[in-house]
């Protein structure tokens, strides 16, 4: 019994009542025989340890998923800043003179080749390319994520 009273002291009631369960379940598994806490108390460490491991386990898959989620939630706010970015820009990729439009059409064509096929995106990755130009910076169109029809960061 002094055994039982040192693991209630040191996990807790309540780890105590996920854990008796799962040792009742192994003792009968392995000793089907034993009738006292006495033998129970046999398996409690072992199945500590392995309630641990479990924990452990979905504490990572916890953390994983909700670094995915927070991946998500990052990646769909920054599409949505730059569809509102070409939005914006639109009517003035539209009122460019012809041969500024040619050129950015042509520099895109020729960093991001795969997006030319795809009318909707090649004109979203002009339109990024204008703004970024007017800011003095370029986009590197070659690192561009084709599922998304943006630059990569």
Not at 12 to 25: Q, S
Not at 109 to 122: E, K, L
Not at 130 to 143: F, K, P, T
Request: net charge neutral; hydrophobic share 35%.
């Amino acid at each position: 019994m002094e055994v039982a009273r040192e693991f209630l002291e040191r996990h807790g009631r309540t780890k105590l009542h996920a854990l008796l369960p799962l040792a009742v379940k192994r003792m009968r598994e392995k000793w089907p025989d034993a009738k006292t806490f006495g033998a129970l108390v046999k398996y409690l460490p072992e199945i500590n340890e392995e309630y641990e491991r479990r924990q452990r386990i979905a504490d990572r898959q916890k953390q994983a998923h909700l670094q995915d989620q927070m991946d998500d939630e990052r990646r769909e706010q920054e599409r949505k800043d730059r569809q509102q970015i070409v939005d914006q820009n639109r009517s003035a990729w539209l009122q460019l003179p012809d041969a500024e439009r040619s050129r950015i059409e042509n520099h895109v064509r020729s960093t991001a080749p795969h997006v030319a096929r795809v009318p909707a995106m090649f004109e979203r990755f002009c339109i990024l390319q204008l703004v970024q130009e007017q800011a003095g910076s370029a986009i590197d169109l070659a690192s561009a994520n084709p599922a998304s029809g943006m630059p990569v960061e």
